[in-house]
Structures are given as C-alpha cells and as structure tokens.
C-alpha cells in the first residue's frame, strides 16, 4: 500500500479507496492466479518506504498487530502514516447509537454501517521501533469534507475495519466490519482497549493460519491519470507470495 499524506483531502481519498483498489474481477483474479477458487486475504497493513532515484524500498518488520482486551483481542489493519505515526481504520457510534457484535458478520456492508449510525474514522496513535510503547489513541471522525477529533469524553464505541481481499463462490469480499468476530471496542476516558504485537507464529496459533501464505502487495500509481472513484486505471499492482514454515517468515519472496 502506499503511505498518503496527513490532511483531508488524502483522509477522503483513503475512506473511499482504502488500503487496495477495487478494479474488475477478472484482473483481480489474474493477480491471485496461484490461489485457490475460494480465498480469503487478511491485509494487515501498508509500510510506508522511500525513492532512492528509481529505486523504492520498504522494510516491514515481520509483525502483525491486534487491538481489544487481554481476552479478546482481534486483527487489524494498520497504516504506516510516516514518522511512527500509525492509524487503525474503524467506525464510530456516538453514545445515542447502541451496537453490538451480532450485528456485524461477513456480509455486512459499510453502506449498511452508514445507515445505523456508523461515522468513518481513524484511531491515531504513535509506536517506536520495538513495538513496546504507544502514544495514547486519538480518534478522527470524518463527515464529508470534515475531518475532527472525537474526545475519549464524548464516550460511544467503534468497530474496527479489516480490509481484505476474497472471494467465495460469486461472492466478493473487501472489508470485514468488525473484524474476523464482529468486535465493538468502547470509546471513554477509561480506555478499555490495547494495542497487542504478535510474531507470526504467535498470529497462525491464535486464528488457525498455519495453513497460510503471506502476501504483500505493491502498488503503483500514477497520480496524473489515477481515479479513485472508477478504480480501472492510472496503477498497477504486483504481488510477492512469501515461503513459511512452522515458526517464521522466509526473507526471499517470489512472484
């Protein structure tokens, strides 16, 4: 993923593009040729990286992160914002709005979101190198062009937002609202949620993937002729499968 700049403009471009363009099937099936009929990828986040002349490098660490409770814990996708500033794309319900995890699975919509009350947002938050302290979570709202921080104090919930890619049978997937279990995280002052880092192995054991490939996507765009809104141009996208093995993550990928 491409790491974007910090103001509205790009925040909008962001909640409606997100983190992989939506384009045809038929060539988001020609990128996932070595795959099964019926996948289903987590993305875990983008890594932001430099231009060296026509060189472009990005090192990602080999963690993958979860936000809830020591009991209750779901993946995320989180967003490398440059200078160990994170962000972790979530809904948010004012406190007049009561929700629940039933009423998130993996066929609702963020149009269905929208329609009970659900706000686009971001909860914000700086990591060092080690993943070991955080700065505390700033939640960012957006209703249309506006962008503004929603206090601890104003209380309510959010619901994380995981993006992925699959497809199972003729049905489509690109977001889990609510994560893999529908989780409803409490927005107050006393903070109930933390941000939790796993290895990979720790990640297969938790959520039965050992099984599993990594992925990481490239994607290049031209900002000249690039549309978020039509998605069919302006980019092209490249995909590294990743070995693995019981314990950890291979360092060459392949194509």
């Known amino acids: 993923s491409v790491p974007l700049k910090k103001n509205s403009e790009d925040r909008e471009w962001r909640r409606s593009a997100g983190p992989h363009v939506r384009h045809n099937s038929h060539n988001q099936r020609s990128n996932r040729k070595t795959l099964a009929d ?13 231009f060296d002349e026509s060189s472009y490098r990005a090192v990602w660490d080999k963690k993958f992160y979860a936000i809830g409770d020591i009991d209750n814990f779901t993946p995320i996708y989180m967003r490398d914002e440059g200078e160990s500033s994170y962000s ?18 993996y066929d609702t919509t963020p149009e269905e979101v929208v329609a009970m009350g659900g706000i686009y947002g971001a909860v914000e ?3 060092n190198d080690g993943g070991t302290s955080i700065t505390a979570f ?24 995981l993006y992925v890619e699959g497809q199972v049978g003729t049905r489509e997937y690109w ?3 609510g994560g893999v279990d529908g989780t409803v995280l409490e927005w107050s002052e006393e903070q109930k949620f933390d941000l939790f880092v796993m290895n990979a192995e720790q990640y297969w054991d938790i959520y039965g993937l050992r099984a599993s490939e990594v992925v990481i996507d490239m994607w290049a765009f031209d900002l ?3 549309d978020a809104d039509k998605a069919d141009e302006g980019f092209e996208l490249h ?12 360092t060459k990928p392949h194509w």
Do not use: K, Q
């Open 239 to 250: 995909s590294f499968y990743i070995d693995t093995d019981d314990t950890s993550i291979a």
């Open 125 to 127: 938050f700086g990591i």
């Open 138 to 161: 700033t939640l960012m709202t957006s209703v249309g062009e506006r962008v503004s921080e929603t206090p601890p104090s104003a209380g309510g919930s959010i619901v994380p937002i």
């Open 224 to 226: 000249d002729t690039f």
């Open 88 to 105: 972790i794309p979530v809904f948010y319900f004012p406190n007049r709005v009561t929700v629940t995890s039933s009423m998130f699975d």
């Open 175 to 177: 977001e889990l609202i």
């Open 38 to 50: 019926d996948y289903l990828i987590l993305y875990g986040g983008s890594v932001g990286g430099s």
